[in-house]
């Protein structure tokens, strides 16, 4: 499983970023995704995540209203756009692919995963 995170900086507060995970698996479309963060010191936490099919999409309660999560089948990638970002939401964030049924936040349920890409935020 080859998963590729993109599309991190350095932004300043109230600013934009999209973030990219390209599978280099065909069988993309039988995993649901996920995006997950870990800031300095702190667990590894579920950011949001979406079906196999992109029907179905799950946010954490601090990033409601400013991120959304997508994906595009044909291009085997899921994408995370972060609008009105926060120092809070510096951290390494990870794109990951979990091959339950049903979409989980669960980390423990996510399979396989990217490398992380860097996301910071300055106030």
């Known amino acids: 499983v080859q998963l590729q995170a993109s599309g991190g900086g350095l932004v300043q507060a109230g600013g934009s970023l999209r973030l990219s995970c390209a599978d280099s698996?065909?069988?993309?479309?039988?995993?649901?995704m996920g995006w997950f963060r870990q800031a300095p010191g702190k667990e590894r936490e579920f950011v949001a995540g979406?079906?196999?099919?992109?029907?179905?999409?799950a946010y954490a309660d601090s990033v409601k209203g400013r991120f959304t999560i997508s994906r595009d089948n044909a291009k085997n990638t899921v994408y995370l756009q972060m609008n009105s970002l926060e120092p809070e939401d510096t951290a390494v964030y990870y794109c990951?692919?979990?091959?339950?049924?049903?979409?989980?936040?669960?980390?423990?349920?996510?399979?396989?995963w990217g490398q992380g890409t860097l996301v910071t935020v300055s106030s």
């Open positions: 990951a692919a979990s091959t339950r049924v049903l979409l989980t936040t669960t980390r423990s349920l996510y399979n396989y």
């Open positions: 979406i079906s196999r099919s992109g029907g179905n999409t």
């Open positions: 698996r065909r069988s993309f479309t039988g995993y649901s």
